[in-house]
């Protein structure tokens, strides 16, 4: 069983930057495309950003595009999403997701196309 954590989370002002980490423990995809999400309460979870299993291909959702940006560093095993020029609009909790491809190196936005979910972490953004 495959659990991922986020962390990096927590309470900044309007302008401010956060970087947000995303690792895997348990049994680990070699091959897999990683995303983020976030939602709000009373909202369905939204898609922000995903990477294809190399890193060489990624996508944002238009509402991030410019100011955040998603990276791996495979050998680690860890995907980041650095947030940049935040808005108080970025206030949600984040979560990372994990979609094994086989070696498909696609990137997915869609939340029933994942595999495997974070806790999730929860970004305050401050006015």
């Known amino acids: 069983q495959v659990q991922l954590q986020e962390s990096g989370g927590g309470l900044v002002q309007a302008g401010d930057s956060l970087r947000l980490s995303c690792a895997p423990s348990g049994r680990t995809f070699p091959s897999a495309a990683m995303g983020w999400f976030r939602q709000t309460p009373g909202k369905e979870r939204e898609f922000i950003a995903s990477?294809?299993?190399?890193?060489?291909?990624?996508y944002y959702s238009d509402s991030v595009k410019g100011r955040f940006a998603i990276s791996r560093d495979n050998a680690k095993n860890t995907v980041y999403l650095q947030m940049n020029s935040l808005k108080p609009e970025d206030t949600a909790v984040y979560y990372c997701?994990?979609?094994?491809?086989?070696?498909?190196?696609?990137?997915?936005?869609?939340?029933?196309?994942?595999?495997?979910w974070g806790q999730g972490t929860q970004v305050t953004v401050s006015s």
């Open positions: 990477i294809s299993w190399s890193g060489n291909n990624q």
């Open positions: 997701a994990a979609k094994g491809t086989l070696g498909a190196d696609y990137v997915y936005s869609r939340v029933s196309q994942y595999d495997y």
